[in-house]
């Protein structure tokens, strides 16, 4: 299970993946993300160090794991700006296309927001907002957004914390944090952690112009060569397999395991389908 990294490095830097988006709007974002014990664009300063302890267990870095972690690659400030998405203009939803700048192009076009329309502004605003007793966003019922399950369930890490332990979920040790986190009899725990295990993946691993994958140490490790358009591949690239692998590491390995459970599919009544959820597996 050990990576090897000093190849997959030399691999990244052949493949032009340590350039940084140079866009004055992206520079400013992480030049104003929350630091440690500041608060985030959505989220409390408290929130924000919670979801931190989240997203490090979820995705252990140094010194736990060799390779970067959530914490390294920026997963809790790019949450926060998903949170945050209407304080921007254009909302912080769809990035721009077709290309980034690091294939050829000679502009990034990803870091380029596309302003929404009516309809995707609606959508958007009841699945990051909710629906707040708003008819127009309860025409299938009530949704609790995104902004609320956070802020909900980080607060309930918090009280199981005290109620276990008599400290904040931020004062735990690492298992300790796992066992809460990881409690299949908690389902307010459980929705909770669904959700924001599947965005720190997205921020994990996805287009850095979302505010995650920062200086893209999430396609680093893991050998991906990110976006390749306009410059594409050789033939002989796409007909022959590459000479390096990445492979997980223990600890990597031991958290999808023991987090992965809370893709479980959530079935709902006939009545209330809209609350369903799909998974990735079935119970």
Same mark, same amino acid.
């Given at each position: 299970?050990?990576?090897?990294?000093?190849?997959?490095?030399?691999?990244?830097?052949?493949?032009?993946?340590?350039?940084?988006?140079?866009?004055?709007?992206?520079?400013?974002?992480?030049?104003?993300?929350?630091?440690?014990?500041?608060?985030?664009?959505?989220?409390?300063?408290?929130?924000?160090?919670?979801?931190?302890?989240?997203?490090?267990?979820?995705?252990?870095?140094?010194?736990?794991?060799?390779?970067?972690?959530?914490?390294?690659?920026?997963?809790?400030? !790019?949450? $926060? @700006? +998903? /949170?945050?998405?209407? =304080?921007?203009?254009?909302?912080?939803?769809?990035? *721009?296309?077709?290309? %980034? #700048?690091?294939?050829?192009?000679?502009?990034?076009?990803?870091?380029?927001?596309?302003?929404?329309?009516?309809?995707?502004?609606?959508?958007?605003?009841?699945?990051?907002?909710?629906?707040?007793?708003?008819?127009?966003?309860?025409?299938?019922?009530?949704?609790?957004?995104?902004?609320?399950?956070?802020?909900?369930?980080?607060?309930?890490?918090?009280?199981?914390?005290?109620?276990?332990?008599?400290?904040?979920?931020?004062?735990?040790?690492?298992? !300790?944090? $796992? @066992? +809460? /986190?990881?409690?299949? =009899?908690?389902?307010?725990?459980?929705?909770?952690? *669904?959700?924001?295990? %599947? #965005?720190?993946?997205?921020?994990?691993?996805?287009?850095?112009?979302?505010?995650?994958?920062?200086?893209?140490?999430?396609?680093?490790?893991?050998?991906?060569?990110?976006?390749?358009?306009?410059?594409?591949?050789?033939?002989?690239?796409?007909?022959?397999?590459?000479?390096?692998?990445?492979?997980?590491?223990?600890?990597?390995?031991?958290?999808?395991?023991?987090?992965?459970?809370?893709?479980?599919?959530?079935?709902?009544?006939?009545?209330?389908?809209?609350?369903?959820?799909?998974?990735?597996?079935?119970?």
């Amino acid at each position: 299970m050990e990576v090897a990294r000093r190849s997959i490095l030399k691999a990244a830097g052949a493949l032009g993946l340590l350039a940084l988006v140079p866009l004055e709007r992206l520079q400013s974002l992480a030049a104003t993300a929350p630091g440690p014990g500041a608060a985030g664009r959505f989220l409390t300063a408290h929130e924000m160090a919670t979801l931190r302890a989240v997203c490090a267990r979820f995705i252990p870095g140094p010194p736990e794991d060799p390779d970067p972690g959530a914490l390294e690659a920026g997963v809790p400030e !790019a949450i $926060d @700006l +998903l /949170l945050a998405a209407f =304080t921007f203009d254009p909302p912080l939803i769809h990035a *721009g296309g077709p290309f %980034s #700048n690091r294939a050829g192009a000679r502009r990034d076009d990803f870091a380029r927001f596309v302003p929404l329309d009516a309809l995707a502004e609606l959508g958007w605003r009841i699945r990051i907002e909710g629906s707040r007793g708003i008819k127009r966003r309860e025409f299938a019922g009530p949704v609790v957004g995104l902004q609320e399950i956070y802020r909900d369930g980080l607060a309930h890490l918090d009280a199981r914390a005290n109620s276990l332990f008599r400290m904040n979920f931020t004062a735990l040790p690492g298992p !300790a944090q $796992d @066992l +809460l /986190l990881s409690d299949q =009899t908690d389902g307010d725990t459980q929705t909770f952690v *669904g959700a924001a295990l %599947s #965005n720190s993946l997205d921020a994990m691993y996805g287009p850095p112009e979302y505010g995650g994958n920062r200086q893209l140490v999430g396609w680093r490790y893991t050998a991906w060569p990110g976006d390749s358009q306009p410059r594409g591949f050789s033939r002989s690239q796409v007909s022959n397999a590459g000479p390096n692998s990445a492979r997980l590491g223990p600890a990597a390995i031991e958290a999808a395991q023991r987090f992965l459970p809370a893709f479980v599919g959530r079935p709902a009544s006939r009545e209330q389908f809209w609350l369903a959820r799909a998974g990735f597996m079935r119970a």
